[in-house]
Nanobody
Framework: VQLQASGGGSVQAGGSLRLSCTVS????????MAWYRQAPGKERELLAT???????VYAASVKGRFTITRDNTKNTAYLRMNSLTPEDTALYYC??????????WGQGTLVTVSS
């Protein structure tokens, strides 16, 4: 199983980005998917989770600005990020729970927000 994340880049404060994470490989069941981030010198932070049925949970730090969605036909999760600030600068990772007992992580995609 592999996770391919994309969509990171550089944006000015107030801008938007959309991250994508596609899961491929031996998948019988694609369960929860999530996005995390890790800023320099900080611990990895859980941002948003989405179940296979579309139920979502957000961290307080991004609620109202970030939206997680998924397309089960494409085994892909998305993270729409609006109103970005320099504090959102980090390496963003996607997570997928697969086949009920397996955990996988993407390679990370860098988001840089300039003031």
């Amino acid at each position: 199983v592999q996770l391919q994340a994309s969509g990171g880049g550089s944006v000015q404060a107030g801008g938007s980005l959309r991250l994508s994470c596609t899961v491929s490989g031996n998948i019988s069941s694609l369960n929860n998917m999530a996005w995390y981030r890790q800023a320099p010198g900080k611990e990895r932070e859980l941002l948003a989770t989405i179940s296979s049925g579309g139920n979502t949970v957000y961290a307080a730090s991004v609620k109202g600005r970030f939206t997680i969605t998924r397309d089960n036909t494409k085994n892909t999760a998305y993270l729409r990020m609006n109103s970005l600030t320099p504090e959102d600068t980090a390496l963003y990772y996607c997570y997928a729970g697969v086949n009920w007992s397996e955990d996988y992580w993407g390679q990370g995609t860098l988001v840089t927000v300039s003031s």
